[in-house]
């Protein structure tokens, strides 16, 4: 082909893979190569793929997404299904999962279904019926059997085919717990989370594995079971406050996530107490505002972010090799983050509220 013909193009015909390797003297085969960074790209000289980019930027070509997707049956689309989407643990989980999808030209579709059992299951047939290659489910359980490639974040499953990203439970009950024997409480409150919280048993049972280990006994009358499905600071702090109305007959909270734990100290200043002076609090997730809340918040932190795109990185694996060998579970070590919402006992805990 002549370099006039080569430069020469209908203006109102789209730019073709087979017109760029007219043009470069290439095969289509190289051209789609280098447009697609396939991993044999690699042995492609630097040279070429300049050429190629080059190319595809002077003539504005368009790859053919439909026709892309008909030859590989994938839509480069997964669906994500969270409980909310609150400010907190979902917030920093789906940074992780959105930067790395960015990064690997996928789209999501993401949906909460707030607790509530039948969106939970209607959400994923939706999203099975829009031809999404995978799921990506975080905290939420699993109701049906899908063909998909699947991933969870802390949802325990025992699904075959089913990859869980964990956080481990026992090691974090051991960090807040220690740290708040070492300053020396010994009556301490607990909260439980919300049933359909798919983390609130495991961290309940290594709790009370863990207490039993360090010496701690977990009483009946200072346990706290979370029920409503709240993501704000009032999740804690109508429980709290009831209690200080009944006792005040302890020193410290471990509070189920950060956001309970940030209700709590409102409940507990509102009740003419301090914390941490007269109570202690210690949250979970480490979530952007414990940093900066008053007091900065002491808390086990989960490695959100990481745990998000390590979820989103082997569900795209899986996605692009359904057949191959997977991890069943994926597990992060939590970290204690100690602030100023702890601190040792100084007093005796008081029995009964009276005045302060």
Known sequence: ??????????????????????????????????????????????????????AAKKFAYRPNLHARMLRSRLTNTIGVIVPELSEGYVTGVMLGVEQYLLQEGFLSFTVSHLGQPDLREEYQELLMRRRVDGLLLVNTE?????????????????????????LDHNVAARMALRHLYDLGHRRIAFMKGQRYSLDSEARWQAIVSIAQEIGITIRPELSIFLEKNIWSPELGYPPVR????????FTAIFCFNDTSAIGAIRAIEDAGLNCPRDISVIGFDDIILAEYFNPRLTTVRQPLHKMGSTAAQLLVQRIHSP???????????????????????????????GKH
């Open 1 to 54: 082909m002549s370099a006039r013909a080569k430069n020469t193009r209908d203006a109102d015909r789209p730019a073709t893979l087979k017109m760029l390797a007219d043009y470069l003297d290439l095969s289509p085969a190289t051209v789609s190569i280098v447009l697609n960074n396939s991993p044999v790209a690699a042995s492609i000289p630097a040279a070429t793929k300049q050429r190629v980019h080059a």
């Open 142 to 166: 699993l109701s049906a059997n899908i063909p998909l490639p699947i991933v969870g974040i802390s949802i325990h499953s025992t699904t075959p085919r089913v990859t869980n990203v964990m």
């Open 242 to 249: 009831d209690l200080l109305s009944r006792t005040r007959d």
């Open 323 to 353: 057949d191959g060998p997977y991890q069943q579970e994926v597990w992060f070590e939590p970290e204690l983050i100690v602030r100023e919402s702890t601190m040792l006992v100084t007093k005796t805990p008081r029995s009964s509220h």
